[in-house]
């Protein structure tokens, strides 16, 4: 299973802003505004969910838009106050509402935050999803909803 460099999320974050990543989104990557308001929550959760039970590791993007316009978590998640704060927030939200989160978090997801534009301060945070593959006896990854 294929473990991403920074310099390799970095490639793959500049080529989805400038728009010329042909991969389809949901295939490599999911973008979103935001994860922390009530309806993106859920969102959130079925593409951790999608990523965890796919064959290839997978990267969501919050802090982007749907158009691929670099948004920043700073400005679209309400009481922002830095990364390590909004990061423990999101893993509050996976412990919760993902089936076995803590030990999804801690052997396949990995948190990372990127300020991908020198001119901006928009800061993107970026989850890289590794699949999870079940022992016997053990279930599927999904959402506790």
Do not use: W
């Not at 979103?32 to 965890?52: G, H, P, V």
């Not at 749907?66 to 999101?90: A, C, M, V």
Request: with cysteine.
């Amino acid at each position: 299973m294929k473990i991403y460099t920074n310099n390799e999320i970095d490639n793959l974050l500049s080529r989805i802003l400038s728009k010329s990543e042909n991969a389809d989104e949901g295939q490599i990557f999911e973008l979103k505004s935001s994860a922390l308001n009530k309806d993106m929550r859920y969102e959130m959760l079925k593409t951790i969910t999608a990523f965890l039970n796919s064959h290839n590791t997978g990267f969501l993007f919050i802090g982007i838009s749907n158009d691929r316009d670099l948004l920043g978590i700073q400005k679209t998640e309400d009481k922002f106050h830095d990364t390590d704060t909004y990061e423990q927030r999101l893993i509050s939200i996976i412990k919760l509402d993902l089936h076995d989160g803590l030990n999804r978090i801690s052997q396949n997801i990995r948190f990372h935050f990127k300020q991908p534009k020198k001119d901006s301060d928009a800061i993107v945070c970026a989850l890289e999803i590794r699949p999870f593959f079940p022992k016997s006896g053990e279930f599927i990854a999904h959402c506790n909803h």
